[in-house]
């Protein structure tokens, strides 16, 4: 096996434990401060490398300044909206939804940047749909994973509003990328997730000091799942993608990208004992072959990250 294929391998597996050490992080620690700590975390182990390449930084504009300080908002609202909806669905669904990012990419791509979606990419937003509403259906049906929240919001079941965070963070995810997709020819890889890392952490903790909410007092075991956060599925996991996806072709890459929802819900399954409802895996399994479609057609610009 080539090398490309071994690093896309890691980073499908190292992205997949995102969820589950959310999971166990969130017994003690609140959804945002699990965010701040990932990002804070992420570009404090960046710095070196950002330092050692800094001799070859473009200089930029104050535009390219605002648009990479946009790009981390984005990014940062993807992470909040995307680890707190883990406190109210299941694993299987939250990372299903969160990794419809490419679509939304295509969809805004299409009424942003006028670029018009091809047969294939109006097929697989089709297909994504409609696996969306079999998911809402069957989440409805079943309740909350245990510990997490259960009840209702004015009337809408939790598991609602969970799938419903998750969708916004893809929401999220796809307006940082559709910036990237700008912003990073003017800029060297290691300095644009640098920065884009740095200002989405700049934004987390303020939303966590703004909320007052605790940031330190956590046991050891706690401050270790934050850690592995950062380390594994934030540096280990996004770098093998993003190295790894402009070697490969588009089907492989757009297979391979599939792995992380059906490997985060594996361990979700042995680690958490969450097994989704029927109509959940039937139509979790008709997004991802939505998304397949779509990414097949779709750029190789537009799949470059996952959770």
């Known amino acids: ?45 960046l710095f070196p490398l ?4 800094r001799p070859r930084q473009a200089r930029l504009n104050l535009r390219t300044w605002a648009w990479l300080g946009l790009s981390g908002l984005f990014l940062a609202a993807h992470f909040l909206l995307w680890i707190t909806s883990l406190q109210y669905t299941t694993v299987a669904s939250s990372v299903v939804l969160v990794t419809t990012t490419p679509l939304w990419v295509a969809l805004f791509s299409a009424l942003w940047l006028r670029e018009p979606p091809t047969r294939g990419m109006t097929l697989g937003l089709a297909l994504a749909f409609l696996g969306g509403v079999l998911m809402a259906v069957g ?16 009337g809408i079941p939790m598991t609602w509003v969970g799938d419903g965070l998750a969708l916004a963070g893809a929401w999220a995810a ?89 490997g985060a819900s594996l361990l979700a399954a042995v680690f958490l004992g969450e097994i989704p409802a029927a109509l959940t895996l039937v ?25």
Do not use: C, K
Not at 9 to 22: K, M, N, P, Q, Y
Not at 139 to 151: I, L, M
Not at 215 to 221: A, D, I, K, M
């Open 1 to 45: 096996m080539s090398l490309p294929y071994v690093v896309m391998f890691v980073g499908v597996l190292a992205v997949s434990t995102a969820a589950l050490f959310i999971r166990f992080a969130q017994v003690e620690v609140p959804s945002a401060v699990i965010a701040a700590y990932r990002l804070g975390l992420a570009s404090l182990l």
């Open 50 to 53: 950002f330092w050692r390449q």
């Open 139 to 154: 989440d409805a049906q079943q309740a909350p994973p245990a510990g997490r929240q259960a009840g209702s919001l004015a």
């Open 174 to 262: 796809a307006g940082y990328l559709l910036i990237g997709r700008h912003v990073r020819r003017r800029l060297p890889f290691t300095a644009y997730i640098f920065t884009v890392y740095t200002a989405a952490a700049l934004v987390t903790w303020v939303v966590v000091l703004l909320w007052r909410l605790p940031v330190t007092g956590f046991s050891l075991q706690a401050y270790g799942w934050l850690l592995l956060l950062a380390l594994i599925p934030q540096l280990v996991g996004h770098s093998s993608f993003n190295w790894a996806v402009r070697r490969l072709p588009a089907t492989t890459v757009a297979a391979t990208l599939l792995g992380e929802p059906v």
């Open 283 to 307: 139509g979790g399994g008709v997004v991802l072959v939505g998304l397949y479609i779509l990414l097949r057609a779709t750029p190789r610009a537009l799949t470059e990250e996952g959770a």
